[in-house]
């Protein structure tokens, strides 16, 4: 059975940082494309980031360049999110999403996991 575990999330104050984790289980992460998506109360959720299986490639939403990293760690069959320079916009529910390939549709990823909140307030 496939399970899909988002953790990190946490309260941080403006221009600080935060790594998020996606952890499979049922699964090998680095045989998919693995997402990040986020969804601000009131908002629809909106594509972050995405890593490739094919070649590794990466692909960041113009709001996060520069500030945001994405990264295999493959002996935790994790995918990791490094946040930096955090702003309240940022602030939402996480989630991590798998599939194939990259997209920015949410209706493209079949596995989806709970999310993880962050909250950016001083």
């Known amino acids: 059975q496939v399970h899909i575990v988002e953790s990190g999330g946490a309260l941080v104050q403006p221009g600080g940082s935060l790594t998020l984790s996606c952890t499979g289980s049922?699964?090998?992460?680095?045989?998919?494309?693995v997402a990040w998506f986020r969804q601000a109360p009131g908002k629809e959720r909106e594509g972050v980031s995405c890593?490739?299986?094919?070649?590794?490639?990466?692909y960041y939403k113009e709001f996060v360049k520069g500030r945001f990293t994405i990264y295999r760690d493959n002996p935790k069959n994790s995918v990791d999110l490094q946040m930096n320079d955090l702003a309240p916009e940022d602030a939402a529910v996480y989630y991590c999403?798998?599939?194939?390939?990259?997209?920015?549709?949410?209706?493209?990823?079949?596995?989806w996991g709970r999310g993880t909140q962050v909250t950016v307030s001083p």
């Open positions: 999403a798998v599939d194939l390939g990259c997209s920015w549709y949410v209706s493209d990823y079949a596995s």
């Open positions: 049922g699964l090998r992460l680095d045989f998919h494309a």
């Open positions: 890593i490739s299986t094919s070649d590794g490639s990466t």
